[in-house]
């Protein structure tokens, strides 16, 4: 039976749960003094690897990268990095990180509008920089991050964020970085549970395609008409769209199958549209047509089945060499379904180097790749003088699920490496020592 009672406790539990969700640990301060990495493996993505290296960074940018020792300035921070490992902070090309907390609780969750045509929204808005999702990630390396929003046909617009900052103004490097698009499925669906239906003959494809036409044309004719005539009311669906008509921003047309790939491809050619492609499942079969236009794609995990029958269980892992070989721009990403497992974008990589992918080729998918992908290139991705010192240290290699990150800078600001996960660590080894189990000089890195 309800009663007001219960609908107060039940409202009083889901404000403290929201509550408790989010992080309370500080955020970065500014970089107000040089910092030298001394003596470290530098892993400089654009340019090999140097060994017993120097790096040092001043107001947020790096200043310096040398196989030689550098004399920095008398405020310098010296940090020893004997028998560390230097890498330029992990980029995720797509996620809903900032934008969905817990999935079976629907007031954390801001990833997708309602509507089907909705360009104007931007993800950049929603962002939550207490998400507990965030410290979680870039624990483990990932510094920077696509966010995407989800629904409808057009989606609304992609941010690139960086996993620090007081506000989501804080955390947006690019608040604008391009339009979503989700394709239709053209033609049968190539998963093995799929029931037949009546739309397999793409009829309904093609209307969700003249629907999109439709809506590309009459922002055109807008756009037109607000050139000739500034008073024309404005339209914010078609204002949002501008950038995108002009060729100043790019549309991430998420495509999974080969007849979508084409067909999305076909589309934005036509058009003249800057077309990035997220998913690219099938990717291998129109390699060529990819790499003549020189559409980039971001490859949506290596951790999943493959999606048809016919293919062999490896087919995952082997997707990222084959665009390799084949000379298609690419990256490797995670899917932006979910945010909880944005941590584990350096094993999605490893997995592929066990099937052959180059080490290096696999670094470079999730730093300067991604970097190129998201169009931050200029200022990520890679150890270079002029770009972010976004950068991590490692005690070997993160790769590896053993190896720990011991120190992380995003702008030169050094960050907090800690997040509810380690503090809950903490807390049960003071439980057990408590207990006389364990051995009371330990500490939560034993």
């Not at 230097?86 to 090309?93: I, R, S």
């Not at 909705?118 to 808005?125: D, G, K, L, Q, Y």
Request: aromatic share 6%; glycine share 8%; with cysteine.
């Amino acid at each position: 039976m309800n009663h007001p009672l219960t609908h107060l406790c039940l409202a009083s539990w889901l404000v403290a749960g929201s509550a408790m969700a989010q992080d309370v640990l500080p955020k970065a301060a500014p970089q107000d003094h040089p910092v030298l990495l001394s003596g470290a493996t530098l892993h400089t993505v654009s340019d090999g690897v140097v060994e017993d290296g120097f790096l040092l960074f001043d107001g947020g940018k790096i200043q310096q990268v040398s196989a030689q020792d550098v004399s920095p300035p008398a405020s310098t921070e010296v940090v020893d990095g004997t028998g560390l490992h230097v890498y330029p902070g992990f980029v995720l090309a797509t996620s809903v990180l900032g934008l969905a907390e817990v999935g079976s609780v629907d007031m954390t969750l801001d990833k997708r509008e309602a509507g089907d045509f909705t360009p104007e929204v931007r993800a950049s808005i929603a962002l939550n920089p207490d998400s507990w999702v965030i410290p979680v990630t870039r624990r483990n390396g990932v510094l920077t991050a696509g966010v995407v929003p989800s629904g409808g046909r057009i989606c609304g617009r992609a941010a690139v964020i960086q996993l620090d900052g007081w506000t989501s103004e804080d955390l947006a490097l690019v608040p604008d970085a391009g339009l979503v698009v989700q394709w239709p499925t053209v033609g049968p669906a190539s998963g093995s549970r799929r029931r037949r239906g009546p739309s397999e003959d793409g009829s309904a494809a093609k209307e969700a395609i003249r629907e999109l036409d439709q809506f590309f044309d009459a922002a055109e004719a807008y756009v037109d008409a607000r050139r000739v005539d500034p008073s024309v009311a404005t339209d914010l669906r078609f204002e949002a769209l501008a950038p995108v008509l002009e060729g100043a921003q790019s549309v991430w047309i998420s495509a999974t199958s080969k007849t979508q790939i084409e067909s999305a491809v076909r589309w934005a050619v036509e058009r003249n549209l800057d077309l990035k492609i997220v998913g690219g499942r099938d990717a291998a079969l129109c390699a060529d047509l990819l790499s003549r236009h020189e559409v980039p794609i971001a490859i949506t995990s290596a951790h999943r089945l493959p999606h048809r029958r016919d293919l062999s269980y490896a087919s995952t892992y082997e997707l990222p060499g084959l665009l390799e070989e084949a000379e298609v721009p690419w990256c490797l990403t995670m899917s932006y379904w979910s945010s909880s497992n944005a941590r584990n974008l350096p094993y999605e990589a490893a997995a592929c180097i066990a099937y052959g992918l180059p080490a290096e080729v696999a670094l470079r998918s999730i730093t300067l790749s991604a970097a190129e992908f998201l169009g931050v290139e200029d200022r990520l991705g890679s150890l270079e003088a002029g770009k972010d010192a976004t950068l991590f240290l490692a005690d070997g290699d993160p790769f590896e699920m053993t190896t720990r990150i011991v120190a992380a800078y995003i702008g030169g600001r050094r960050i907090v490496l800690e997040d509810k996960q380690t503090q809950l660590y903490d807390k049960y080894r003071e439980k057990y020592r408590q207990l006389g189990l364990l051995p009371g000089g330990q500490d939560s890195s034993d």
